[in-house]
């Protein structure tokens, strides 16, 4: 079970929404091609996605949802609860913050970090944001097991070298920069503006 | 020129921008590694992607810079601004609207939608929000090239159905759905909950 492409996590992830979804409808059993059609893919793909991560369904019969959902979920690493700290306290942090999808997937941003006086203090969603000073402290007295990295680009790195030194092991960076981690550090970038990117790309070369 | 990976152009836009970093510290020529370290792939890759676009530097003396970052931009459909409507005033749209990084690339957000009546009306970063319901009349008065899409759910398919009859070619879609869109229609779905997911993702499975 080494090394999936990360377009394989994606549409496992994608399946379990649909599947979800079907569990909110009461639909026993669905087929590859009814994932397919709602993953944008093809019958073929979700039958070698899933193929691989072990024997699901009876052929004719379909996949049964609530097994596989809950199968999927264990793959994705979704049956436990993750504790989340924010670092930066900007406007995709703010949005962020308040964001359901993360809460709803078992991601809980339980703690929020700036280095600005002015935002130091203030109450996000229940949550007090802290001084950046006192990561370590904070750290010590919970355990967080992942970072939402909203900083400008100049303080994205040395903040994740204290979080990498503190044990995180897995980053979602906002920041326009590369970050350089150890090898057992997951890192996520998005770059929203790489995005549009791939947008403005398909549309000069259409 | 058909058919390159959106991995490629993801890849394009990262050498993209560290050429503009080059250029601004006013170096001239830089190498295949230099531009590999910064976009953690291999001198090898980075050759690969731009022998792709026709034939660049000199072997030996690397990439001239200007030249190069001119060239990436014009693939990249760079070398003009876009005029961007923002479907759905929420908390990610407020966010969206201050990020300066899609100025910076020449994506201008020129008008903004809602539904909400507590919404319409207001003043976000010197634009009025306007009722969707006069989104037909708007893109008559001026043109807008693409939409970003942050709109519930539900809402996302109506309001796509609409852009695209409108001729909106291209959709940054935040709204967590898959949406169905004629072959010419670029849609590019950012959905955060799922970045998390390649985190726990791998957190489960390291």
């Known amino acids: 079970?080494?090394?999936?492409?990360?377009?394989?996590?994606?549409?496992?992830?994608?399946?379990?929404?649909?599947?979800?979804?079907?569990?909110?409808?009461?639909?026993?059993?669905?087929?590859?091609?009814?994932?397919?059609?709602?993953?944008?893919?093809?019958?073929?793909?979700?039958?070698?996605?899933?193929?691989?991560?072990?024997?699901?369904?009876?052929?004719?019969?379909?996949?049964?949802?609530?097994?596989?959902?809950?199968?999927?979920?264990?793959?994705?690493?979704?049956?436990?609860?993750?504790?989340?700290?924010?670092?930066?306290?900007?406007?995709?942090?703010?949005?962020?913050?308040?964001?359901?999808?993360f809460r709803q997937r078992g991601f809980d941003i339980v703690a929020i970090f700036d280095s600005d006086p002015a935002k130091i203090g203030r109450q996000w969603n229940g949550l007090t944001i802290l001084d950046i000073d006192t990561l370590e402290a904070e750290f010590a007295r919970r355990p967080i097991d992942m970072a939402v990295l909203v900083t400008p680009a100049d303080a994205a790195q040395p903040v994740t070298d204290r979080l990498v030194q503190l044990g995180v092991k897995a980053v979602l960076n906002f920041a326009p920069v590369q970050l350089v981690v150890p090898d057992d550090v997951v890192v996520k970038t998005v770059n929203l503006a790489l995005e549009l990117e791939t947008l403005s790309y398909a549309l000069a070369n259409r």
Chains 1, 2 share one sequence.
């Open 1 to 101: 079970m080494r090394k999936v492409a990360e377009s394989t996590v994606r549409r496992l992830s994608l399946y379990l929404r649909f599947l979800e979804e079907f569990e909110g409808q009461g639909i026993a059993t669905v087929s590859s091609g009814a994932l397919a059609s709602r993953g944008s893919t093809t019958s073929a793909q979700v039958r070698k996605d899933l193929s691989f991560f072990g024997s699901f369904g009876k052929r004719g019969l379909g996949y049964p949802v609530p097994e596989l959902a809950g199968r999927l979920r264990e793959i994705l690493g979704l049956k436990q609860r993750y504790q989340v700290g924010m670092i930066g306290a900007g406007k995709i942090g703010g949005a962020l913050v308040q964001y359901r999808g």
